[in-house]
């Protein structure tokens, strides 16, 4: 039986660019970057129970949400269950 070999420690001249977020929710909440300000509906979900766990989870950060100020909420209009977005402007 062969003794494994030591292993060298990795060592670098400079670091790899760390790569943007990426996931569905950047996906999802880019339109509400690009509309900067308004509140957009960023998913419809089957019950209000649903949307707002996924809201609470969004406001902290337990997904990957690109950087920059955040709002979240969860909305039910006409029977629809939205998360709701608005990016840069929280009040």
Wanted: aromatic letters at 6%; one cysteine or more; a positive charge.
């Amino acid at each position: 039986m062969k003794k494994p070999r030591p292993k060298e420690p990795l060592a670098l001249e400079s670091l790899p660019r760390s790569k943007p977020p990426n996931g569905i929710w950047v996906k999802r909440l880019s339109p509400a970057m690009k509309r900067r300000g308004l509140w957009v509906s960023v998913m419809e979900c089957e019950d209000s129970g649903q949307a707002s766990r996924h809201a609470s989870n969004l406001r902290a950060r337990r997904v990957i949400v690109p950087k920059g100020k955040w709002g979240f909420a969860a909305r039910t209009i006409n029977g629809v269950h939205h998360v709701f977005a608005i990016y840069g402007k929280t009040s």
